[in-house]
Nanobody
Framework: VQLQASGGGLVQAGGSLRLSCRAS????????MGWFRQAPGKERDVIAA?????????YYADSVKGRFTISKDNAKNTVYLQMDTLKPEDTALYYCAARLITRSSWDYWGQGTQVTVSS
């Protein structure tokens, strides 16, 4: 399984970006996919997640709730992160990840895409 993240870039505060993460390989046993971010000197934290099948339940960290939207296209094996009303504190390296059924840890990671928000 490989995850390929894309869509990062430089944007002014208040702007928007859309990240994409395409999975290749065996995705039939995915349970959940998520987006994480890591700013310099800080830990990598999950900011959004979505069930890969079924009800598509979502999770958002408080820091992005109401501004970011996670979605997926199972036919394209792709998960998206629509980021609106971006703030300078959203600047970080963003990673996508996939978790397998019956697992409690995140099993596969994308390579990361940089998001920089200027004030």
């Amino acid at each position: 399984v490989q995850l390929q993240a894309s869509g990062g870039g430089l944007v002014q505060a208040g702007g928007s970006l859309r990240l994409s993460c395409r999975a290749s390989g065996r995705t039939y046993n995915f349970n959940r996919m998520g987006w994480f971010r890591q700013a310099p000197g800080k830990e990598r934290d999950v900011i959004a997640a979505i069930d890969w099948s079924g009800d598509s339940n979502t999770y958002y960290a408080d820091s992005v709730k109401g501004r970011f939207t996670i979605s997926k296209d199972n036919a394209k094996n792709t998960v998206y992160l629509q980021m609106d009303t971006l703030k300078p504190e959203d600047t970080a390296l963003y990673y996508c990840a996939a978790r397998l059924i019956t697992r409690s840890s995140w099993d596969y990671w994308g390579q990361g895409t940089q998001v920089t928000v200027s004030s």
